[in-house]
């Protein structure tokens, strides 16, 4: 609802758009490809994947080629070369969701083990209780942590986030 609209004027029109559901509980539909704006507008997001319904919220779709190596583990081979361990039977090219709830930010210390990606803190944006935290990971990341999770974080902050293989949908 706010493409091609000024910063300033897309937070009137979310504004609006909050007031009129939660004030006046009038029910608001819109579409949108901005994930980040539905997660913050509403309590409840339908996600169409190629023009059906995906059940699911998720907003970091990644794109890859899984691959079996050894003992049946197979690998999600990213475009920049990371790997990511799943439970899949497929093969191939596919498309992959993260799920940003269960993707965990882990700081300083903390052992990365497998499917961890390393990058730096570009927003934090609360909503609803908790915080969504931007990471460029070598593409835009999104996780979300609890608003007392968030405390120590910062923008440009490092930081590597652990993406255990049931937060990974293949799509």
Same mark, same amino acid.
């Given at each position: 609802?706010?493409?091609?609209?000024?910063?300033?004027?897309?937070?009137?029109?979310?504004?609006?758009?909050?007031?009129?559901?939660?004030?006046?509980?009038?029910?608001?539909?819109?579409?949108?490809?901005?994930?980040?704006? @539905? @997660?913050?507008?509403? =309590?409840?997001?339908?996600?169409?994947?190629?023009?059906?319904?995906?059940?699911s919220r998720f907003q970091n779709i990644l794109r890859g080629?899984?691959?079996?190596?050894?003992?049946?583990?197979?690998?999600?081979?990213?475009?920049?070369?990371?790997?990511?361990?799943?439970?899949?039977?497929?093969?191939?090219?596919?498309? =992959?969701?993260?799920?940003?709830?269960? %993707?965990?930010?882990? $700081?300083?210390?903390?052992?990365?083990?497998?499917?961890? $990606?390393?990058?730096?803190?570009?927003?934090?944006?609360?909503?609803?209780?908790?915080?969504?935290?931007?990471?460029?990971?070598?593409?835009?990341? %999104?996780? =979300?942590?609890?608003?007392?999770?968030?405390? %120590?974080?910062?923008?440009?902050?490092?930081?590597?986030?652990?993406?255990?293989?049931? @937060?990974?949908?293949?799509?």
């Amino acid at each position: 609802p706010t493409s091609n609209v000024d910063a300033e004027n897309q937070a009137v029109i979310e504004r609006i758009l909050g007031e009129i559901n939660r004030v006046k509980g009038i029910f608001v539909l819109f579409a949108t490809h901005d994930l980040d704006q @539905a @997660a913050r507008l509403s =309590l409840e997001v339908v996600s169409l994947f190629e023009g059906r319904l995906v059940r699911s919220r998720f907003q970091n779709i990644l794109r890859g080629r899984i691959v079996a190596r050894g003992r049946g583990r197979r690998y999600c081979i990213l475009a920049d070369g990371s790997r990511l361990s799943l439970d899949t039977e497929r093969q191939g090219s596919v498309r =992959l969701a993260v799920d940003p709830e269960r %993707a965990v930010l882990l $700081l300083k210390g903390q052992a990365p083990g497998r499917n961890t $990606l390393s990058g730096r803190v570009t927003q934090l944006t609360e909503e609803r209780g908790q915080v969504r935290v931007r990471v460029d990971v070598g593409f835009p990341m %999104a996780v =979300l942590v609890s608003s007392a999770g968030a405390d %120590a974080l910062r923008v440009g902050q490092r930081v590597r986030v652990h993406i255990p293989p049931e @937060a990974l949908s293949v799509l």
